[in-house]
């Protein structure tokens, strides 16, 4: 077998000090909310060391495809290493500093404690909710500053190489349904979009094409603005809206993206995103969802899929692990529907018939 090169060993050491620091991290403020506010501590299940070796095992693999993927030219190495970690760094004493109110809405049941200033009519009811316990939901510039520090030490530092996972598919259906199209003609939409680490990582792999991202958020808009928009590439267009009723004509982008909403919504408004992606692709238009694992092609994972939503407030995610995703897309007419799963996250490709 061949040596490892010198940047493999770097990213996977890269990996490996996210995956300790997120470990850490939970491990002391687990001990930490169990001493202060005990009623807090949620009722989970234990996880095996046969289940823990498991997890190790899937982590690696999805390492390993992530490394392969860079080394075929499916996008730069360089991805790999990206983040904003002098401002990460800056802003992870916050992460702590914001436990306490986490933990008193944990232990108060409080799931919707929002900004008072916002306008509640603008937003779908199933939207003003604290999901995961977030200061503000996701409606404030506070929440947006600590969301990505916070989903990477929640997935162990494999949130972005779990994002990453929709690149593949995405080219591989582009090529396939829209050989003749270049990269500069390609319009891609990334629906819920929050602060756009999707949107680079897709960016990376389409340096040219016309990239728009959409979400309910202007805070989290406003965050993905300053990572996407910093004058150094093309110009990503940033638009505030529901992905249910999107305000764009219908057959516009060649390709969808939809990263980890759909466990954020209720079954019906699963369907609506669905039609509307149906209405703004174009025919044979590539949609490309990725989100949490289900129990169906999963079940070894049920009791950490269980301890998710015990943990934090996640309220339509017992639901999403049991859905028929592949049927509500061929419902609403999608075809060539296939889906893979790589640690915690389950990737759809489908075509629009
Ligand atoms: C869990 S975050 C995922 C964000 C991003 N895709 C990522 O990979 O980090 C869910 C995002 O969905 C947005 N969202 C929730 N419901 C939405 C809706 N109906 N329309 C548009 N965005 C929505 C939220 O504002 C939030 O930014």
Request: with cysteine; hydrophobic share 40%.
């Given at each position: ?14 990996q490996?000090?996210k995956g300790?620091?997120?470990?850490a ?8 909310m ?8 949620p ?17 690696k693999d ?5 490394w ?5 030219g499916?996008?730069p190495k360089?991805l790999?290493?990206e ?13 702590w ?26 937003y779908?009811d ?10 503000d939901g ?13 989903v990477e ?7 972005d ?6 690149i593949a ?14 990269d ?23 340096p ?6 959409l979400?309910?958020s ?10 996407l928009n910093?004058g ?5 267009q940033l ?5 249910e009723?999107?305000p ?11 990263v ?6 209720p079954?019906?408004?699963r ?10 692709l ?6 490309i ?21 015990r943990?934090?407030?996640?309220p ?15 419902l609403?007419?999608?075809k060539?529907?296939?889906s893979d ?13």
């Amino acid at each position: 077998m061949a040596e490892p090169s010198l940047a493999k060993i770097a990213y996977q050491t890269l990996q490996q000090g996210k995956g300790l620091v997120g470990i850490a991290h939970k491990e002391i403020s687990t001990k930490l909310m169990g001493f202060l506010v005990p009623e807090a501590i949620p009722d989970t299940s234990h996880i095996t060391k046969e289940l823990l070796f498991d997890l190790r095992k899937s982590i690696k693999d999805l390492e390993e495809i992530d490394w392969c993927d860079a080394e075929r030219g499916l996008y730069p190495k360089n991805l790999l290493f990206e983040a904003p970690w002098i401002e990460w760094f800056f802003k992870y004493p916050l992460v702590w500093l914001d436990m306490p109110s986490t933990w008193s809405r944990r232990k108060d049941r409080n799931i919707q404690d929002l900004p008072h200033s916002i306008n509640k009519e603008i937003y779908p009811d199933y939207y003003l909710q604290n999901f995961h316990h977030q200061t503000d939901g996701y409606l404030s510039d506070y929440s947006a500053s600590i969301y990505d520090i916070q989903v990477e030490i929640l997935f162990n530092g494999t949130a972005d190489a779990m994002r990453r996972r929709v690149i593949a598919p995405l080219k591989t259906e582009i090529n396939k349904y829209f050989p003749e199209t270049n990269d500069s003609s390609l319009k891609i939409l990334d629906l819920a979009t929050g602060t756009g680490r999707t949107l680079q990582q897709i960016r990376s792999a389409f340096p040219k094409s016309e990239l728009t991202g959409l979400d309910l958020s202007a805070s989290y808009l406003k965050q993905a603005s300053k990572y996407l928009n910093n004058g150094e590439n093309e110009l990503v267009q940033l638009i505030k809206g529901n992905a249910e009723r999107v305000p764009i004509l219908d057959q516009s982008f060649q390709a969808i993206t939809c990263v980890f909403l759909f466990h954020e919504l209720p079954g019906k408004a699963r369907d609506n995103v669905i039609k509307e992606c149906y209405r703004l692709l174009k025919p044979n238009g590539v949609l490309i969802l990725a989100d949490s694992i289900q129990l169906s092609d999963s079940p070894e994972f049920s009791s950490v899929l269980e301890n998710f939503h015990r943990i934090f407030h996640e309220p339509y995610y017992k639901n999403y692990i049991k859905d028929d995703i592949d049927l509500r897309l061929s419902l609403n007419g999608f075809k060539c529907i296939n889906s893979d799963s790589f640690f915690m996250t389950k990737v759809w490709s489908a075509i629009k018939a």
